[in-house]
């Protein structure tokens, strides 16, 4: 009879080797994360367009009357599925919408990939079938191709979604994780912390006076009000999901080779997300956001872009939090209330596991 | 508190009613399969590329140099990860590659989308993501996006992986399955049960003089050779995966309403694999294939289609199984080797789960 592997002389590259198995951090966004993309992926696919790790992969020699393609994908796992403000299915379809508009990229076609449990109610599917649906009516993109698989009872929980999306990056439209200059204003597009908080108040059963909603919610229109507003001197854009602000922070002062100033106290939070932090030990500036996009804008235009992101309902928040400096590159530091610095460093992992 | 959503009342599209759970075979790639596209997800997502049903979207209103876009996407949950002839790292890359060439586009970029169970082991994740480098370079495409999401320890099987594609269809070919015509001929590229087989004779521990190797393989190359050679005779082509040359082969005379006669003495199976049906009491047709491809080809070019895929190592057992008539249009009918006629029907779900 044919034998199982024996992987025990498998090989795993360095620095992997300090965890022999998958740990939730892995899949967190942090430290981790970025070690298995480091040295697993990236060694193992090793091309152009992937080594840019942008949110979207921008695919040379692929073009639509100019516009370049771009590709990207995500899985989702959230738990529960359905939370207030939201469910697994308006999060898969937003997610990899955002995640193409923040590479500057118009949205247009997105794939869905279920894993159902066995045993699984069907009006759950058919709940969340419906969430995708609207939420791609609202994002105004559609749904082409698609693919379901069911494991055994014990082996999923429920419904994992994967989606993949193609978008086009207009002529002219340069955005990347690399492009951060001194000089450099950051904006955030509003509150910070509401869809990790959302989450974690179901979990917890956490009690306050208004219920945390998921700001769960496609950015493509607010991001072509940005690109109208600033053009060129858009940098960067990301939408702060897994990690947080502080790890989208992190990642594009490492991939620039900039630092970054934050002002504490311009980070806007609702009061029931900093009460809720506070219960569960948490810094909001690493929950998850599902809604919000980071901007990274040249000084002189920053007045402009703002101005714009605040006439856009998912913009009316909108403050400027930070700024670029060329000293101390790769690294956060924050101006707190108190006066003080604190460095505002990348996790190991994600506090908060299965949170999209 | 916030309660968890109560979905006793939520609503379930009619027939899915009948089963109110997910069960097995809603992933089975049989009729549970159809009933959820055609009553859920259709509806649902309802625009025109979907609605072709072909195993990639062809996408209107986006093309390079006038080839149409196409977009494909799978999730892979086979069990066991690493069998004989290939793990789920090939089949995830070929299962992706062959849906878009089957399409009749040009495969060129993939996502990969996994969902990793805590505690798995990194060597183990190694050699999956070795396998796909491998498989992604033998195929010819680059892998230029990806996510990697963890579940609980219970909650998954090891690795999950998705996998979407992008390619291009060039001017001139239209392939789909509704374009079956009277008259076609019915190629398919070699051996049929290879890869269902060889899974099963693991899980079962069946032991034959020889070990059953998956047929995992990228069908790219052989369908440029089939393309050349055809042109636009090539009327339909399908890789029977999930659901075997049997479901194929009815989901093709459903869409194009035509009867399909299958001579069965013509069908090429290896004496292991037909021993291991016999044992575990399956029928080779309706056994998964991630190797082979069906083509629909106008009568007068079957010889020279046949004689070009004979050429490529892929296609070297290639033979004439089946024709298309204008009787029975939707049924699929076989000429036994005892010279009577049976029904080859569509199956309620697939017999072998998790297979690919």
Redesign the interface.
Known sequence: ??K??D?SS????LP??D??????????GGKL?AE??EH??LP??R?H??ENLGD??I?SG???AGDR?A???????VR?L???GGSIGDLAVNGTVNDLAVSGARA??L?????????????????V??D??RA?RTAGV???????????K????GC?V?T?G?G?VPAGVEIGPSRARGGDAVIVSGTIGDHGMAIM??RE???FET?IQSDTAALNGLIEQILRAGGDAIHVMRDPTRGGVASSLNEIAAASQVGVVVEEREIPVRGEVRSACELLGMDPVYVANEGKVLVFVAENRAAAVLEAMRQHPLGSDAVIMAKVVDQHPGMVVAHTAMGTSRVIAMQIAEQL??IC
């Open positions: 009879m044919p199982p592997p992987f498998w090989s795993c590259p992997l080797r965890y022999p198995s998958v740990v939730m951090g892995h899949g967190g994360s298995l993309i697993l992926f193992a696919f091309n367009a992937l979207a992969s695919v692929a073009s639509r393609l590709f990207s994908t995500d899985s989702f796992v529960p359905f939370f207030p247009m076609y794939s869905v990939g279920m894993i159902l449990e066995e045993g699984f109610a069907l009006a759950c599917l058919a709940r079938v419906d995708m649906a791609a559609q749904i082409v191709t698609g693919d379901t698989k069911v494991v055994e014990g082996h999923g929980d994992y994967n993949a193609i086009f108040s179901v059963g956490l009690e219920t596991p299965r």
